[in-house]
């Protein structure tokens, strides 16, 4: 059983940054290919970026891609989300979850493992 545990979250202005942290235990890593999602008030579970379990091919949402990085760091177990230019609309709880196998990196129904999530609100 894989614990996913995410940091990083918080309050900042549009424009600024934020790298959030995907921890993980009970499970190495490295068998995983690992995606982030975020959710706001009202709306639905939406994909914001996944990356496969070598850490050589990412994937992001056409609303996040030039701004965001995602990356790993197989070795410390952990999965990373640079943040950079936020704007208001990236306000949302950000999930990391985890896929043993998966067709679809952006279909939240292949991950088997989800983090509790962090909170990220950008203000104007």
């Known amino acids: 059983q894989v614990q996913l545990v995410e940091s990083g979250g918080g309050l900042v202005q549009a424009g600024d940054s934020l790298r959030l942290s995907c921890a993980a235990s009970?499970?190495?890593?490295?068998?995983?290919?690992m995606g982030w999602f975020r959710q706001a008030p009202g709306k639905e579970r939406e994909f914001v970026a996944a990356?496969?379990?070598?850490?050589?091919?990412?994937y992001y949402a056409v609303s996040v891609k030039g701004r965001f990085t995602n990356s790993r760091d197989n070795a410390q177990n952990t999965v990373y989300l640079q943040m950079n230019s936020l704007k208001p609309e990236d306000t949302a709880v950000y999930h990391c979850?985890?896929?043993?196998?998966?067709?679809?990196?952006?279909?939240?129904?292949?991950?088997?493992?989800w983090g509790q999530g962090t909170q990220v609100t950008a203000s104007s």
């Open positions: 009970g499970g190495t890593l490295s068998s995983y290919a």
């Open positions: 979850a985890a896929a043993l196998t998966i067709a679809s990196m952006a279909n939240r129904g292949g991950y088997d493992y």
């Open positions: 990356i496969s379990w070598s850490g050589t091919t990412t």
